[in-house]
């Protein structure tokens, strides 16, 4: 059974700085492509940024590139995003996902909410 848990959401003031981590279990992890999407009260989920299995490749959406960036610690099977320059238009609940046999499993969600 898949099972991740999203942690170190907050309030953070604009300009400032988060990370958020992604405990994964029940899968061989480095494997797999992490991804991160978030969603906005309102909004539909959307893409936020993905690490590939080995950590050699990562990409970002627009909106966030330059700004976010994805990691990987395979060994302790955590996937992670760090977010500089917080701006009020991130704040949503961050999700991590992953895509096993044709099924995407995702964590419960952190919130991230940034005050201007």
């Known amino acids: 059974q898949v099972h991740m848990v999203e942690s170190g959401g907050g309030l953070v003031q604009a300009g400032g700085s988060l990370s958020l981590s992604c405990a994964v279990s029940?899968?061989?992890?480095?494997?797999?492509?992490m991804g991160w999407f978030r969603q906005a009260p309102g909004k539909v989920r959307e893409f936020v940024a993905a690490?590939?299995?080995?950590?050699?490749?990562?990409i970002s959406a627009e909106s966030v590139k330059g700004r976010f960036t994805a990691s990987r610690d395979n060994a302790k099977n955590t996937v992670s995003l760090q977010m500089n320059s917080l701006k009020p238009e991130d704040t949503a609940v961050y999700y991590c996902?992953?895509?096993?046999?044709?099924?995407?499993?995702w964590g419960q969600g952190t919130q991230v909410l940034v005050s201007s």
């Open positions: 996902k992953v895509e096993r046999r044709g099924r995407d499993y």
């Open positions: 029940g899968l061989a992890f480095d494997s797999y492509v």
């Open positions: 690490i590939s299995g080995s950590g050699g490749r990562e």
